[in-house]
T-cell receptor, first 109, second 115 residues
Framework: GQSLEQPSEVTAVEGAIVQINCTYQ??????LSWYQQHDGGAPTFLSY????GLEETGRFSSFLSRSDSYGYLLLQELQMKDSASYFC??????????FGTGTKLQVIP | ETGVTQTPRHLVMGMTNKKSLKCEQH?????MYWYKQSAKKPLELMFV???????ENNSVPSRFSPECPNSSHLFLHLHTLQPEDSALYLC??????????????FGPGTRLTVT
């Protein structure tokens, strides 16, 4: 079967670091993507991990452990503009991508 | 125009109306997708087109009818909708067909309200 879990809401302080976890069960798993969506906006692609380990892109990093069916998105030096919903999206068989309900991140001063 | 564009951005229609949503991508991609996004629900994949061929119809009711005349354009024809169809409809595209489905580029969406 397919399942996807991430926290529904996270609150963090401006300038701090926050980690958003994702656990998944996907048939024929290929890799894990992360997307950001601001209220009223479109999802935007952040990162993709096909192999185990950490991928860094500026203030954002994404980690994958295939053996644990687990990944996380790490946001450093949080800014107010980082307040948004973050979706992990595993890719499965036939390149099918599954989106969950996302994690709503609120950055507070 | 750059990226993925969608028109109209907002649409209010009655249950007996017929309307169409349009999506255009200016990225040279080969795969295009329709999603439905409702409050508190996961993004729901509706249809996938790979090089103009429909590869996925995710059990979508027949009142939604997609059309993909070429790799750059995607339409969603709507008729006799129900109030529960009110949602944000998002179009997306990806390059190299489905090979890079993990990296999708989304349009701004059409906010649909069915009265």
């Amino acid at each position: 079967g397919q399942s996807l879990e991430q926290p529904s809401e996270v609150t963090a302080v401006e300038g701090a670091i926050v980690q958003i976890n994702c656990t998944y069960q996907t048939s024929g798993f290929y890799g894990l993507s992360w997307y950001q969506q601001h209220d009223g906006g479109a999802p935007t692609f952040l990162s993709y991990n096909a192999l185990d380990g950490l991928e860094e892109t500026g203030r954002f990093s994404s980690f994958l452990s295939r053996s644990d069916s687990y990944g996380y998105l790490l946001l450093q030096e949080l800014q107010m503009k980082d307040s948004a919903s973050y979706f992990c999206a595993p890719s499965g068989g036939y390149q099918k991508v599954t989106f969950g309900t996302g994690t709503k991140l609120q950055v507070i001063p | 125009e750059t990226g993925v564009t969608q028109t109209p951005r907002h649409l209010v229609m009655g249950m007996t109306n017929k309307k169409s949503l349009k999506c255009e991508q200016h990225l040279g991609h080969n795969a295009m997708y329709w999603y439905k996004q409702s409050a508190k629900k996961p993004l729901e994949l509706m249809f996938v087109y790979n090089f103009k061929e429909q590869t996925e119809n995710n059990s979508v009711p027949s009142r939604f009818s997609p059309e993909c005349p070429n790799s750059s354009h995607l339409f969603l024809h709507l008729h006799t909708l129900q109030p529960e169809d009110s949602a944000l409809y998002l179009c997306a595209s990806s390059q190299e067909g489905l090979a890079k489905a993990y990296e999708q580029y989304f349009g701004p969406g059409t906010r649909l309200t069915v009265t």
